[in-house]
């Protein structure tokens, strides 16, 4: 009994370190490749640096969708460290966007929610701008394209409603960098003809997007080792290495969806609790 134990421990240990490997691997071709389109130098941001290498597009974008550009920027910010994450340098990924199943481009792998999740590679920052606005464009964020464009003190708290991040301070957080920094002056008004024009264009096109947006916005599923797959009831076993966010994430809800769907009212759980995800 003892050497069948032994045995499969060793397998599971092999197993690991294959995929480790194969991952690590993954990531050296993409670092390669992106160090070679830089000469093997990467500029080196600051925070204000950042703000002027990338406020053209986040205008950009604010001028496509109606997304303030103090928020990208500021998103951009916290989430790729000013530009400097390996995230950042190497796969052009300036906000954390994940492989989803109908992703085609190329794979970058971190610890994040898990060991060796999956982020998107953008040919360059621009694509990942881009995409971060494709990103909001869908149902649980659509009540946000209503706001106007720069009203970032409520896109800030919007976004903590919707789901987008679990940190209880996450809008002080951004509200914090766009004061600190002055990026609401990137932000501008918009008549209301203009507004009414871009909210039809917006809204028809998260109109289009909600009956794929299983396909195109549920992350990966990389279940963490041991972890018990939905069973036929919708349900999932909470195990070691779990968090609210992060079994909302996989599951393609928000967290306060998860919550309401189980009649909880705080954010802990406990190993072997089972969880409504349907």
Known sequence: ????????????????????????????????????????????????????????????????????????????????????????????????????????????????????????????????FRDHSEFLKRKRYSFLFQLDRNDYKSWAQGLKTAGYATNPKYPDLLIGVIEKYQLYQYDQPESEKQKIAREDRVFTE??????????????????????????ADGTYTVVKGDTLYNIAKRFNLSVDELKMLNEMTSDGIKLGQVLKVK
Not at 66 to 81: D, K, M
Not at 97 to 106: H, L, P, Q
Not at 208 to 221: D, G, H
């Open 1 to 128: 009994m003892k050497f069948i134990f032994f045995y499969v421990a060793f397998a599971v240990l092999l197993l690991s370190a294959c995929g480790t490997r194969k991952y690590s691997k993954n990531n050296k071709q993409i670092e390669k490749a992106a160090n070679k389109a830089n000469n093997n130098t990467y500029k080196s941001y600051n925070t204000l640096s950042y703000i002027d290498e990338f406020k053209a597009v986040a205008i950009e974008e604010m001028n496509s969708d109606g997304i303030p550009a103090s928020i990208t920027l500021a998103q951009g910010i916290l989430e790729s460290g000013s530009g400097n994450s390996d995230l950042a340098k190497y796969a052009n990924n300036h906000f954390g966007i994940k492989c989803t199943s109908d992703w085609k481009g190329k794979n970058y792998f971190r610890d994040d929610d898990q060991k060796n999740d999956c982020f998107r590679v953008y040919k360059d920052a621009r694509e990942s």
């Open 206 to 231: 998260i109109n289009q997007n909600i009956p794929k947006e299983k396909e195109k916005f549920a992350p990966v599923e990389t279940p963490p080792p041991g972890a018990k797959p939905i069973i």
